[in-house]
């Protein structure tokens, strides 16, 4: 009796090892995955698919500011390699221009942001290798003819009316924002974001409203706290 007893205390003693070794493989391989999927190079694809997602870049996305992979989304490809892409979430919140008074795309605050501080912190040097120079057209508005000013030539941009009406459809063009964000700003739930194009009068430009529907009358740029969805031209080949 007593050496059945001791059979039996032995194998509940491996069970209980058996068990605590399995949880900390477990953890291990948790660890692991976490690690890999940070040095992860997630955009190397040199084939690009419209509507796909794809993982781009760093930038503070949880509620406590800790930097996350940025998530895009593909609007539209050029030789296979080549892809427009724009961020699957609103990254900040921020009025278009400081200053109020009449403002373009080309002179505007967020557009200096966008390719200095943003470019700097978002992406690593062999990242911004990837990111193509791209001319950003910008029309007058087609309703009041205000001045949408000159085309300029970034890293960086926003979308403009024409783009966000035709490469995306209304339920793509509703989101919100990171944790990072809604924590930040408050922004909780669906929120409407900035384009580039000029609004109704030229103290305002154009968005997208928090329902995805564009509003061409726009917002006035120095009042307002608009969601800012970066857009780029990548090129996985460069």
């Known amino acids: 009796n007593m050496a059945t007893k001791n059979n039996g205390d032995n194998s509940g003693i491996f069970i209980i090892l058996v068990i605590i070794a399995l949880i900390i493989l477990g953890i291990e391989c948790i ?123 970034d890293k960086i941009f926003l979308l403009n009316i024409d783009q966000a009406n035709n490469l995306l459809d209304t339920i793509d063009r509703e989101t919100e924002g990171t944790e990072y964000v809604k924590k930040t700003y408050g922004a909780e739930g669906k929120q409407g974001w900035w384009l580039c194009s000029p609004g109704c009068l030229s103290d305002k430009v154009a968005v997208v409203r928090s329902y995805g529907g564009t509003d061409s009358d726009g917002a006035e740029s120095s009042k307002y706290y608009g969601g800012i969805r970066p857009a780029l031209w990548i090129n996985s080949e460069s």
Do not use: M
């Open 31 to 153: 660890d692991i995955h976490k690690e890999n999927s940070k040095k992860n190079i997630k955009y190397e694809n040199s084939e690009y698919s419209v509507g796909d997602t794809i993982t781009f870049g760093n930038y503070p996305q949880d509620s406590d500011g800790s930097e996350e992979p940025i998530e895009w989304v593909i609007l539209k490809t050029k030789e296979g390699s080549k892809a427009l892409i724009i961020s699957k979430y609103i990254l900040e919140e921020r009025k278009y221009h400081e200053t109020k008074g009449n403002i373009t795309w080309e002179n505007c605050d967020t557009r200096k942001w966008l390719n200095t501080e943003f470019y700097n912190e978002a992406f690593d040097e062999e990242e911004q290798k990837k990111i193509e120079n791209t001319i950003v057209r910008i029309e007058d508005n087609y309703r009041t003819e205000t001045e949408g000013g000159n085309d300029t030539r």
